[in-house]
Nanobody, 121 residues
Framework: QVQLVESGGGLVQAGGSLRLSCAAS????????MAWFRQAPGKEREFVAG?????RYADSVKGRFTVSKDNAKNTVYLQMMSLKPEDTAVYYC?????????????????WGQGTQVTVSS
């Protein structure tokens, strides 16, 4: 079992930056593939970024967001820059035992409670 707790969300102006953190508890954090998803009101949950032996990004955030993982701290991060109003959503951290950063929510075994990110224009 893995418990995930996100933090770092908030309100930011367009063009600003935020860094989200996801702290994991449980054993063997290093073997999990981690990902960030987001869900805006009235929309489906969508893949943002993932990290395993490599990283993967949604086209909409490529070049603006960076995902990283610190196995010693059992934490995964999402550095978000040049934020846009359309980035507004609840951001979720997820974990899976697979070797690749899958892009569909059903492939992830564990989820955090989410953190709200609001980007004002």
């Amino acid at each position: 079992q893995v418990q995930l707790v996100e933090s770092g969300g908030g309100l930011v102006q367009a063009g600003g930056s935020l860094r989200l953190s996801c702290a994991a508890s449980g054993r063997s954090f290093s073997i999990y593939t981690m990902a960030w998803f987001r869900q805006a009101p009235g929309k489906e949950r969508e893949f943002v970024a993932g990290i395993s032996w490599t990283t993967r990004y949604a086209d909409s955030v490529k070049g603006r967001f960076t995902v990283s993982k610190d196995n010693a701290k059992n934490t995964v991060y999402l550095q978000m820059m040049s934020l846009k109003p359309e980035d507004t959503a609840v951001y979720y951290c997820a974990a899976r035992l697979g070797a690749t950063a899958a892009s569909t929510p059903i492939e992830y075994d564990f989820w955090g409670q989410g953190t709200q990110v609001t980007v004002s224009s």
